[in-house]
Each structure stands twice: as structure tokens, then as C-alpha cells.
Nanobody
Framework: QLVESGGGLVQAGGSLRLSCAPSGGTFGSYAIGWFRQAPGKEREFVAAVSWSGGTTYYADSVKGRFTISRDNAKNTVYLQMNSLKPDDTAVYSC????????????????WGQGTQVTVSS
């Protein structure tokens, strides 16, 4: 129900912008979260934005480097990732829940398939 795009291979210090859009319907009343999972590790929270875009949340590991934003007119949420590190390598997935964002993946009802981000050293 959600589709991510924008992943790829980038050198350390580089940037990528991920996008998340619904395959049908609109995001309007939903908070969107980004999560990532590296091989052999549990899925972890990255960032979230409330339905209005007025409130954002970030994991400490990405604060100051990643920015989450949304354009409800385009029905798209973005994750701008700058100063990427090899430790950022993971499959990144977006997820939706009604109204407010949280950091707990169990709170999200709808998920995308994920997009691979690989950061080389």
C-alpha cells in the first residue's frame, strides 16, 4: 500500500533522498514513519512526521543529518539523507498510522516493501 523509491549506492559523505507515496488513496490524515533494517539487526526507527507536517521525530543517530518532510499536495513524504555513513546501510521502509507519529514500529498499520540504501566507505 506504500511505495518507496530513491534508494541506491552512494559513497560515505554523500546524499540520497527517499520518497514514500501510497499506491492508492491519500496520506492526508496519516503520520508517516521511516524505519530501517540492516542485515542481522532488528528494525529501528529513523524518523517520523505528523499528518500535518508540523511535528517531526528523529532517532539520535540521524539527527542533524536526515530531514523528514511531506508534501500533502503531492501525496509524498521525503527523507533527505545527508552526510551518509556506512552504518546507514540498510533497507529503508516507510509506514503509516493515523494522525500522530511515534517511534514504535508496532504502532504503524501500513508498510511499504522497502528500498535498499548502501553506503560505501
Amino acid at each position: 500500500q506504500l511505495v518507496e523509491s530513491g534508494g541506491g549506492l552512494v559513497q560515505a559523505g554523500g546524499s540520497l533522498r527517499l520518497s514514500c507515496a501510497p499506491s492508492g488513496g491519500t496520506f492526508g490524515s496519516y503520520a508517516i514513519g521511516w524505519f530501517r533494517q540492516a542485515p542481522g539487526k532488528e528494525r529501528e526507527f529513523v524518523a517520523a512526521v505528523s499528518w500535518s507536517g508540523g511535528t517531526t521525530y528523529y532517532a539520535d543517530s540521524v539527527k542533524g543529518r536526515f530531514t523528514i518532510s511531506r508534501d500533502n499536495a503531492k501525496n509524498t513524504v521525503y527523507l533527505q539523507m545527508n552526510s551518509l555513513k556506512p552504518d546507514d546501510t540498510a533497507v529503508y521502509s516507510c509506514a503509516a498510522r493515523f494522525a500522530l507519529g511515534t517511534t514504535d514500529d508496532d504502532d504503524y498499520s501500513y508498510w511499504g516493501q522497502g528500498t535498499q540504501v548502501t553506503v560505501s566507505s
